[in-house]
Nanobody, 126 residues
């Protein structure tokens, strides 16, 4: 069992930055691949980024490459999403997820994510 709690969302202007954090409970955090997803109003949830269990492999959706960076600290049971050069289209509720399976492209498929957080709102004003 893993419990996830996101934080760090807020209101920011176009071009600004935010750092999202996801705190995980449980002693087996390092055994889980971690991902960030987002859902804008009226749209389906979409994949943003994921990271494998060791942190050595990361994967991003094309629209955030070069702007977002996912990282994890297994000693602290934390995963982060640094978001720079934010755009209004990044506005959404952001969720972190944990899965015992692999990350990468496989982590973008529907049904990936054994555990989910409650989400944190990110709003980018134009």
């Amino acid at each position: 069992q893993v419990q996830l709690v996101e934080s760090g969302g807020g209101l920011v202007q176009t071009g600004g930055s935010l750092r999202l954090s996801c705190a995980a409970s449980g002693r087996t955090f390092s055994g889980y691949a971690m991902g960030w997803f987002r859902q804008a109003p009226g749209k389906d949830r979409e994949f943003v980024a994921n990271i494998n269990q060791s942190g050595g492999s990361k994967y991003y959706r094309d629209s955030v490459k070069g702007r977002f960076t996912i990282s994890r600290d297994n000693a602290k049971n934390m995963v982060y999403l640094q978001m720079n050069s934010l755009k209004p289209e990044d506005t959404a509720v952001y969720y972190c997820a944990a899965d015992l399976r692999v990350a990468g492209v496989a982590g973008t498929s529907p049904g990936w994510g054994d555990y989910w957080g409650q989400g944190t709102q990110v709003t980018v004003s134009s």
